[in-house]
């Protein structure tokens, strides 16, 4: 899944009732209305463009147990929780999923399945929709077997279909998420048709955001403006076209914008984040940021965790902020944008996020956009999401192509 599918999706639905935007006091009155669930970092898909961090093989052997989870989810909708994400990897590689869907209607969340469509079956279909799994968000990467097959590295093409038709047979709105990258935003016509042709009653057009995988793997992802102008062009024609039968949500990617994105809605504003083996986060990169304490829900209160801990009130509201986004007049707009983006770039967190043309480490953005422009950087080999790899960035295997950034893993 992407990091902006959350960011859009959800917070359309749940932004009005954000309270006390701004507080950063050290018992906040927000609430996390969004709860994901990152309930394995094990998939059998290995996407150039994962989010997920790339050190996430140290976090694989100690995942949670059913009964933690469902504890989780228990005290998070005390706390306020509204939705929740079912994420991953890849979620249906437990066997628990179902117990945590009939878990997650008793307290009376609205969830969703964030899913590859890997080990979606009949059976397993029929008893999400028994336990009452409202939504399924199913990922497409093209048109083309050969695109497909080639930013997975996996065989998944064909499935991909079957699975998507088993949605819509099941009677679930058709929702479809699909990253854009340089391998495909040409084909972004064809991928509309196709979601018109499956029925997609929602598709959203992710440009990849650099973070994780997708960051070390920058150059060989990122389109050029000219492309993303088209894209743009295309999905407005196309959106026309569908009228009310299909919405879609073309994700502007942030290195292509004046302004940098407000992330997660507000460091601890409305998101909280559960990981495989029990982190609680602000945002799903936070594990880059040095010196930070995270709490875990195996050893730690979830509602301090939340409205006490250091970590979750660090980049709470704007009094962490340096110049130039102190004194900046729209610094309400984007809270200095993505705190992770940030030190994963410039090596401080504190500082504005260098997409903003305000930021004197803007440079770094357009530097970016020239190198995934040269021939000679853009032709480095693809690193695929995998244990191998994940295991060699761990052990600094791969430092020619992390050390350009911070904080990776
Ligand atoms: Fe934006 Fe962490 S990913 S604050």
Same mark, same amino acid.
């Given at each position: %899944?992407t990091?902006?599918?959350?960011?859009?999706?959800?917070?359309?639905?749940?932004?009005?009732?954000a309270?006390?935007?701004?507080?950063?006091?050290?018992?906040?009155?927000?609430?996390?209305?969004?709860?994901?669930?990152?309930?394995?970092?094990?998939?059998?898909?290995?996407?150039?463009?994962?989010?997920?961090?790339?050190?996430y093989?140290?976090?694989?052997?100690?995942?949670?147990t059913?009964?933690?989870?469902?504890?989780?989810?228990?005290?998070?909708?005390?706390?306020g929780?509204?939705?929740l994400?079912?994420?991953?990897?890849?979620?249906?590689?437990?066997?628990?999923?179902?117990?945590?869907v009939?878990?997650?209607?008793?307290?009376?969340?609205?969830?969703?399945?964030?899913?590859? +469509?890997? +080990?979606?079956?009949?059976?397993?279909?029929?008893?999400?929709?028994?336990? +009452?799994?409202?939504?399924i968000?199913?990922?497409?990467?093209?048109?083309?077997?050969?695109?497909?097959?080639?930013?997975?590295?996996?065989?998944?093409?064909?499935?991909k279909?079957?699975?998507?038709?088993m949605?819509?047979?099941?009677g679930?709105?058709?929702?479809?998420n699909?990253?854009?990258?340089?391998?495909?935003?040409?084909?972004?016509?064809e991928?509309?048709?196709?979601?018109?042709?499956? =029925?997609?009653?929602?598709?959203?057009?992710?440009?990849?955001?650099?973070? =994780?995988?997708?960051?070390?793997?920058?150059?060989?992802? %990122?389109?050029?403006r000219e492309?993303?102008?088209?894209?743009?062009?295309?999905?407005?024609e196309?959106?026309?076209?569908?009228?009310?039968?299909?919405?879609i949500?073309?994700?502007?990617? #942030?290195?292509?914008?004046?302004?940098?994105?407000?992330? %997660?809605? =507000?460091?601890?504003?409305?998101?909280?984040?559960?990981?495989?083996?029990?982190?609680v986060?602000?945002?799903?990169?936070a594990?880059?940021l040095?010196?930070?304490?995270?709490?875990?829900?195996?050893?730690?209160?979830? +509602?301090?965790?939340?409205?006490?801990?250091?970590?979750?009130?660090?980049?709470?509201?704007?009094?962490? %902020?340096?110049?130039?986004?102190?004194?900046c007049?729209?610094?309400?707009?984007?809270?200095?944008?993505?705190?992770?983006?940030?030190?994963?770039?410039t090596?401080?967190?504190?500082?504005?996020?260098?997409?903003?043309?305000?930021?004197?480490?803007h440079?770094?953005i357009e530097?970016?956009i020239? #190198?995934?422009?040269?021939?000679?950087?853009?032709?480095?080999?693809?690193?695929f999401?995998?244990?191998k790899?994940?295991?060699?960035i761990?052990?600094?295997e791969?430092?020619?192509?992390?050390?350009?950034?911070?904080?990776?893993?």
């Amino acid at each position: %899944m992407t990091q902006a599918s959350l960011g859009e999706s959800v917070v359309q639905k749940t932004v009005h009732a954000a309270q006390n935007n701004g507080v950063a006091a050290n018992i906040t009155q927000t609430q996390p209305l969004w709860l994901l669930a990152e309930v394995t970092y094990r998939c059998p898909l290995h996407c150039a463009f994962c989010y997920n961090p790339t050190d996430y093989d140290k976090h694989t052997q100690n995942e949670l147990t059913t009964e933690q989870w469902i504890q989780a989810l228990r005290d998070a909708r005390k706390l306020g929780a509204l939705q929740l994400g079912i994420s991953g990897g890849e979620p249906l590689l437990r066997d628990d999923i179902e117990d945590i869907v009939i878990e997650a209607k008793k307290l009376g969340y609205y969830s969703n399945l964030i899913t590859s +469509g890997v +080990g979606l079956t009949e059976k397993r279909i029929k008893a999400f929709k028994e336990g +009452g799994l409202d939504h399924i968000q199913l990922s497409m990467h093209d048109i083309t077997e050969e695109i497909n097959n080639f930013i997975t590295n996996t065989k998944t093409f064909e499935l991909k279909k079957k699975v998507a038709a088993m949605i819509k047979d099941h009677g679930y709105p058709m929702v479809l998420n699909v990253v854009i990258h340089r391998y495909n935003i040409g084909h972004l016509k064809e991928i509309l048709e196709m979601a018109d042709a499956l =029925g997609a009653e929602y598709v959203e057009l992710a440009n990849t955001q650099y973070y =994780g995988w997708s960051l070390v793997n920058r150059s060989q992802l %990122m389109p050029t403006r000219e492309q993303i102008e088209e894209a743009e062009r295309i999905t407005n024609e196309f959106r026309e076209k569908a009228g009310s039968k299909m919405k879609i949500f073309f994700v502007v990617p #942030d290195y292509f914008s004046d302004r940098p994105k407000k992330c %997660m809605n =507000g460091w601890g504003e409305v998101f909280m984040i559960v990981t495989a083996n029990g982190d609680v986060l602000p945002c799903h990169s936070a594990r880059v940021l040095p010196n930070m304490q995270f709490p875990n829900v195996k050893d730690t209160d979830l +509602g301090w965790s939340w409205k006490e801990s250091p970590a979750f009130n660090k980049y709470r509201g704007d009094d962490w %902020m340096k110049e130039p986004c102190r004194s900046c007049s729209e610094k309400a707009n984007d809270l200095g944008g993505c705190r992770c983006q940030s030190f994963l770039l410039t090596g401080d967190a504190e500082v504005a996020d260098p997409v903003c043309t305000k930021s004197p480490h803007h440079h770094l953005i357009e530097q970016a956009i020239i #190198d995934a422009q040269n021939p000679v950087i853009a032709a480095q080999p693809i690193v695929f999401r995998n244990d191998k790899n994940s295991k060699k960035i761990i052990a600094g295997e791969l430092n020619e192509r992390t050390e350009q950034f911070h904080a990776l893993p």
